[in-house]
């Protein structure tokens, strides 16, 4: 089986826009050429790897052509660059970061990309724990994600672990814990939860009390925002340390078992292409993650 050149970048066109009329208007070509090189693709597949929704949506094999058809155009990229080629950009590099590195350390990543490489990205906020299923499908080149073993076609390294520490607000533990923290009074103290895919808090919860998290829960889908929702006592919550380290120093906040640090590792896992972009990406998060993470 092989797809052409033109073929795979009109299945990357259908996708990013939606439905073969858009794909054909951004390539120039007519719509019937657009249909005519999907249907030589799946022919040659032997199977559909488009669905004709609006908008178009890759099947289970399209995950897999999708893959290869931003392989190649990154690595005709990297090419490119390394010609010196004037005119030419190459496209986003599309990297997959759960929101607390995003807030704490994974900008001054990016910002150690040399200047002159020319490089552009495109952050996919998610889950630490989700982050993987994005290289799956191929919309990630790379991912920071709490699963070690690599992904198919993937490779991954330890970056460390970002540290958690459950605390609330000193109004929030003078009304819920009056006499002092207790498991049994946490429970009906209302938490501070991310969104419904995280599980700090409630991991915390079952680890202090052997049971599920079942009390009263907000949803606050920004870490920023999770942080003030703790601080102004919505509710206790486990905190990035490096954003709780002010409060629990002024006094405003008040770890609920003194001492206590929540840990999840990460690892960068990235295709695995000879890619420049990806390789120059690869060291800046790396450096940027050993100064951060424990």
Not at 114 to 134: I, N
Not at 156 to 177: E, H, I
Not at 222 to 229: H, R
Request: charged residues 15%.
């Amino acid at each position: 089986m092989t797809f052409q050149t033109d073929q795979l970048r009109t299945f990357l066109a259908v996708l990013e826009c939606g439905t073969f009329d858009a794909a054909a208007q951004q390539l120039h070509v007519t719509g019937s050429a657009v249909s005519q090189r999907i249907k030589a693709m799946e022919q040659a597949a032997g199977q559909v790897l488009l669905q004709r929704t609006t908008p178009v949506a890759a099947t289970t094999a399209g995950v897999v052509v999708h893959k290869l058809a931003r392989q190649q155009r990154q690595l005709q990229a990297d090419a490119a660059a390394e010609l010196g080629l004037s005119g030419t950009t190459g496209t986003a590099i599309a990297v997959a970061v759960n929101a607390d590195s995003l807030a704490t350390w994974f900008m001054a990543a990016l910002a150690l990309v040399p200047p002159d490489a020319g490089l552009r990205f495109e952050v996919l906020r998610e889950d630490e724990q989700h982050s993987a299923g994005l290289l799956r499908s191929g919309e990630a080149m790379a991912a920071v994600t709490a699963t070690p073993d690599p992904v198919q076609g993937c490779t991954s390294v330890p970056l460390g672990a970002m540290n958690y520490r459950p605390v609330a607000s000193t109004a929030f533990m003078r009304r819920w814990f009056p006499g002092g923290f207790s498991p049994e009074l946490l429970a009906t103290a209302p938490a501070v939860q991310f969104d419904r895919s995280d599980t700090l808090q409630s991991n915390f919860f079952t680890e202090v009390s052997a049971s599920p998290l079942t009390g009263p829960q907000h949803y606050i889908p920004d870490t920023i925002q999770f942080s003030a929702a703790v601080q102004l006592g919505l509710g206790w919550g486990l905190m990035p340390a490096v954003h709780c380290r002010a409060g629990l120093s002024s006094g405003d906040l008040v770890e609920l078992m003194p001492g206590h640090i929540s840990s999840i590792g990460l690892y960068w896992q990235r295709w695995k292409i000879q890619s420049t972009a990806l390789d120059l990406l690869t060291t800046a998060v790396v450096t940027a993650a050993a100064k951060a993470l424990s």
